[in-house]
């Protein structure tokens, strides 16, 4: 069964906390996606990797950093949290030119204080 | 760019009964992709229907079936035979030569009994 792991289900944080949210897929896929979810505005890529140590910037990086050291591994970076980064983080991964195929995980909550 | 616009923020429907959830997107591509993704409480991403945009049929997958007007822009899912595990936030999607998926702003469905 194909699987997309986030580290934290919750996550509760201090405004300038460096923060490290974590996600593997052992799909062995290229591409890698990072969403932020909130109520209103739906998901909004924030990051997205095609490959090893390769990384290109969404609709919203602001704020935020990503590393992709390991195909399986895809992590983002909030280099000094604030409390507008309290949202809910999506890891996606998938295959293909146009990922007609993406796998999810389910999901981050971070409250930043 | 493209974007992905949904207006019904909410919808309710009774048990067996059967709704429609409306979509628009807008792009200049004439190949991509359209997905609803459903989303229950548990925050799991779950592909609900794909439709490929150079195919004049139109998705089924069960209950689950989409009318696809490709010069309108339209990608509508119908939910037929509704259930109580249907409850939940439903998003329309879009990817094409960019690769990356956009999202709408998502419907919250209610099924009642």
């Known amino acids: 069964d194909v699987k997309v792991t986030q580290s934290s289900r919750y996550l509760v944080k201090r405004t300038g906390e460096k923060v490290f949210l974590e996600c593997v897929q052992d799909?062995?896929?290229?591409?890698m996606f990072w969403y932020r979810q909130d109520p209103g505005l739906g998901l909004r890529l924030i990051y997205f990797?095609?490959?090893?140590?390769?990384?290109e910037k969404g609709d919203i990086p602001e704020g935020y950093s990503v590393s992709r050291e390991k195909k399986e591994r895809f992590s983002l970076i909030l280099e000094s949290a604030s409390t507008n980064q309290t949202s809910m983080y999506l890891c996606?991964?998938?295959?293909?030119?146009?990922?007609?195929?993406?796998?999810f995980g389910s999901g981050t909550q971070l409250s930043v204080l | 760019a493209q974007t992905v616009t949904q207006s019904q923020p909410e919808m309710s429907v009774q048990e067996a009964e059967t709704v429609t959830l409306s979509c628009t997107y807008d792009?200049?591509?004439?190949?991509?992709?359209l997905f609803w993704y459903k989303q229950p409480p548990s925050r799991q991403m779950i592909l609900v229907i794909r439709?490929?945009?150079?195919?004049?049929q139109n998705a089924t997958e069960n209950r689950f079936s989409v009318n696809f007007q490709k010069a309108a822009k339209s990608f509508s899912l119908k939910i037929s035979d509704s259930q109580l595990g249907d409850a939940a936030m439903y998003f329309c999607?879009?990817?094409?030569?960019?690769?990356?998926?956009?999202f709408g702003t998502g419907t919250r469905l209610q099924v009642t009994l």
């Open positions: 996606a991964s998938g295959l293909g030119v146009t990922n007609e195929k993406l796998f």
């Open positions: 799909m062995d896929h290229e591409n």
């Open positions: 990797s095609y490959d090893v140590k390769m990384k």
């Open positions: 792009t200049s591509e004439s190949d991509y992709y």
């Open positions: 439709q490929e945009a150079y195919k004049q």
């Open positions: 999607a879009y990817t094409g030569t960019a690769s990356k998926l956009t």
